[in-house]
T-cell receptor, first 115, second 111 residues
Framework: NAGVTQTPKFQVLKTGQSMTLQCAQD?????MSWYRQDPGMGLRLIHY???????DQGEVPNGYNVSRSTTEDFPLRLLSAAPSQTSVYFC??????????????FGQGTRLTVV | TQLLEQSPQFLSIQEGENLTVYCNSS?????LQWYRQEPGEGPVLLVT?????EVKKLKRLTFQFGDARKDSSLHITAAQPGDTGLYLC???????????FGTGTRLTVIP
């Protein structure tokens, strides 16, 4: 059981380039989300999805797009990379979003540097 | 703005010492979770507390949810080097579709 798989683990982009961070889960979880982690700021929600075909914005959505065509996959697209997007990105999944005791399962993260 | 503030931000202690980490908010949460994150990995759930005043124990770790469900604490007894990591609290609010994460406490236990 792989859980949540993120690729790539490391990436260096030049300002203005675009790329897609991949996220896949094999637990049949309805809820998936993307966070970015910056020093001293914990995890901040970028976008989330409560099921296939449904996405919504989180706290810091600007500069990012998502789609959810299947239950398993939830890619995050950087449209035009900026140095402010240098961060560690985590994908997470859980059984649901409204259950108050829902455990979030995280991928290993993608460390992105924009130069 | 950060809904959940954790303190201290950094903590370095000797093996065998006790410590407490705090997670505070002015907002009410229906539940609160604690995660531990090790370098190069994603956070892993330690515990969920759902009732005001609830206390849960996980070996040497004791978690408490405040009576008003606005704050929580994590107490570690006789810390060991294996406790080293980033501790994150995360709250769920009724009607919300996501977890709000705290700012994190980075703990280092020195052998």
């Amino acid at each position: 059981n792989a859980g949540v798989t993120q690729t790539p683990k490391f990436q260096v982009l030049k300002t203005g380039q675009s790329m897609t961070l991949q996220c896949a889960q094999d637990m049949n979880h309805e809820y998936m989300s993307w966070y970015r982690q910056d020093p001293g700021m914990g995890l901040r929600l970028i976008h989330y999805s409560v099921g296939a075909g449904i996405t919504d914005q989180g706290e810091v959505p600007n500069g990012y797009n998502v789609s959810r065509s299947t239950t398993e996959d939830f890619p995050l697209r950087l449209l035009s990379a900026a140095p402010s997007q240098t961060s560690v990105y985590f994908c997470a999944s859980s059984r649901g979003s409204t259950s108050y005791n829902t455990e979030a399962f995280f991928g290993q993260g993608t460390r992105l540097t924009v130069v | 703005t950060q809904l959940l503030e954790q303190s201290p931000q950094f903590l370095s202690i000797q093996e065998g010492e006790n410590l407490t980490v705090y997670c505070n908010s002015s907002s009410v949460f229906s539940s609160l979770q604690w995660y531990r994150q090790e370098p190069g990995e994603g956070p892993v759930l330690l515990v969920t507390v759902v009732t005001g005043g609830e206390v849960k124990k996980l070996k040497r770790l004791t978690f408490q949810f405040g009576d008003a469900r606005k704050d929580s604490s994590l107490h570690i007894t006789a810390a060991q080097p294996g406790d080293t990591g980033l501790y994150l609290c995360a709250g769920h609010q009724t009607g919300a579709n996501n977890l709000f994460f705290g700012t994190g406490t980075r703990l280092t236990v020195i052998p």
